[in-house]
């Protein structure tokens, strides 16, 4: 029976070994299935996402609504779907003190994951990202906490500038991500920023540190290769996935209801080619 030391071991160095050059896509299933589908595809690494997974237990994506051991039995079945990397969306550590950050990273890094992140969002609308040095400090924490594990984890800094619709994001993000590189962070990502310009600006400020870009809607001028010229190594899709098959159970089911017609189903998967993969998910 495998170590499930080692299975993690071996996971991390897969991982890192991905961030050292190119350029990869990280996509983000949302429950067991979807992790065990992309595998088949042939993707590399997984990343968690809160948003999918929320919408799939019918809450709305916030530390709030999903609560910290739900969402680590959640990363645990991701884990454990496949040998593939996993990287958690950790969202704010669940926590905003520091100390807290730190334990909760250690309890993320026990479910076997190869990667984490740590955002500086608070969920709070008057104050929606933690002051600079308390920022900063949280990240110190998660990079402490993964050291003292002996568990080398990729640690990833999030600045939410844009999400959290920030009058000046790219200075804001800039500023900070440069910190948390500083901080112990091993990847830098703000997810939001879509302008290539001020995707080079973020991969030469935390040079040599790679960089995630989160793409989650459909924009020519971010595709697999024009990032890849902008220097970005990790590419994300965040909620994408999940809502591209909200929507079309959405379509089929307003379909069924409002015409009594079942045509919307001629656009289903099969039900062998499911059957076969997760058959086979070995």
């Not at 990833?156 to 590189?181: I, N």
């Not at 590419?235 to 591209?244: D, N, Q």
């Amino acid at each position: 029976m495998n170590n499930p030391n080692d299975i993690q071991s071996s996971a991390i160095a897969a991982f890192r070994a991905l961030h050292q050059s190119g350029c990869f896509v990280l996509p983000n299933p949302w429950d067991v299935g979807s992790a065990v589908y992309l595998r088949h595809l042939g993707f590399k690494a997984l990343a968690t996402t809160s948003a999918g997974f929320a919408f799939s237990k019918g809450l709305p994506d916030s530390v709030s609504a999903v609560p910290r051991d739900l969402m680590l039995g959640h990363i645990s079945d991701l884990v454990e779907a496949t040998p593939l990397p996993v990287n958690a969306d950790f969202q704010n550590g669940y926590a905003d003190e520091p100390e807290s950050v730190s334990t909760n990273v250690g309890l993320c890094i026990a479910t076997g994951v190869a990667g984490l992140s740590i955002e500086d969002a608070t969920g709070d609308s008057t104050t929606p990202l933690y002051e600079f040095e308390l920022a900063v400090e949280r990240i110190k924490a998660a990079r402490a906490a993964i050291d003292d594990s002996g568990i080398p984890v990729v640690l990833t800094a999030r600045c939410e500038a844009w999400l959290v619709g920030q009058a000046d994001p790219v200075r804001v993000a800039l500023e900070r991500l440069v910190a948390f590189a500083e901080a112990g962070a091993d990847c830098l990502y703000a997810p939001g920023v879509r302008e290539p310009d001020e995707i080079a600006a973020i991969v030469k400020a935390v040079s040599p540190k790679p960089v995630n870009v989160l793409v989650s809607a459909p924009n020519p001028a971010l595709s697999v290769s024009r990032l890849t010229d902008l220097g970005v190594r990790r590419i994300s899709v965040g909620s994408a996935l999940a809502r591209v098959a909200w929507g079309a159970f959405m379509r089929a089911a307003q379909s069924v209801n409002e015409t009594g017609s079942f045509e919307a189903f001629a656009g289903a998967a099969s039900f062998s080619e499911l059957n076969d993969v997760m058959l086979n998910r070995s």
